[in-house]
Structures are given as C-alpha cells and as structure tokens.
Nanobody
C-alpha cells in the first residue's frame, strides 16, 4: 500500500510563491506522479505530471510557465513550485501516483488527502 502526504499549502498574496511537497511511504515509488487540484464548486483537474525518471513533464495550460514539477526519487518525494500565483489558483491540491505506469501521469491510482492553497490579498 502507498500513502501520499502533501504539505506546503497555505495563504499567499497574489503574485507570491509556494512550494508543495508530496512524500510517499509504504513502498518505493518508481512510477509517474502528478498534481491535481479542485477549486470550490468545480471538478478536480490536472495541474502537472512527471514521468518516473523526471525526464518528461506536462502542465495544464493555465499553469504553464508559472508552475514547475520535480521529483527526488531517493527521497520518494515530488514537488510543485508555484510562482506568480493568482486568485484562480485557489484550490485543494492533491498529489497522485500511478501504480504501474512510468509515463502516464493522468490516470492515477493513489491519492493524497490534499493541501489547501489560498491566494488572496
């Protein structure tokens, strides 16, 4: 069984930055991972994904150029650096991992409980 625990959320002013972390435990993860988010009253959406070796990444159009996903497989941790934050980035951010795929970071099998990011002045 895999457990994913997110951290780093909080309140930030527009234009500010936050770095989210996702620590995986239970067994070593060498598969694709990603970040998703769900804003109030909206469906959960893909934000960013990364392949097992970090060589391939993908981003939602709305965050491209502002967010950066990375991973440290030695620490079983994936990160999401968020810069130039906007009020519309306010959401609960979820870390997710694939059970079997090295490159597919859209269809995920394991999910964290989420961390709240609020962008407001």
């Amino acid at each position: 069984q895999v457990q994913l625990v997110e951290s780093g959320g909080g309140l930030v002013q527009p234009g500010g930055s936050l770095r989210l972390s996702c620590a995986a435990s239970g067994r070593p993860l060498g598969r694709a991972m990603g970040w998703f988010r769900q804003a109030p009253g909206k469906e959960r959406e893909f934000v960013a994904g990364i392949s097992s070796n970090g060589g391939r990444t993908g981003y939602a159009t709305s965050v491209k150029g502002r967010f950066t996903i990375s991973r440290d497989n030695a620490k079983n941790t994936v990160y999401l650096q968020m810069n130039s934050l906007k009020p519309e980035d306010t959401a609960v951010y979820y870390c997710a991992a694939s059970a079997n795929s090295y490159n597919d970071y859209i269809s995920m099998d394991y999910w964290g409980k989420g961390t709240l990011v609020t962008v407001s002045s």
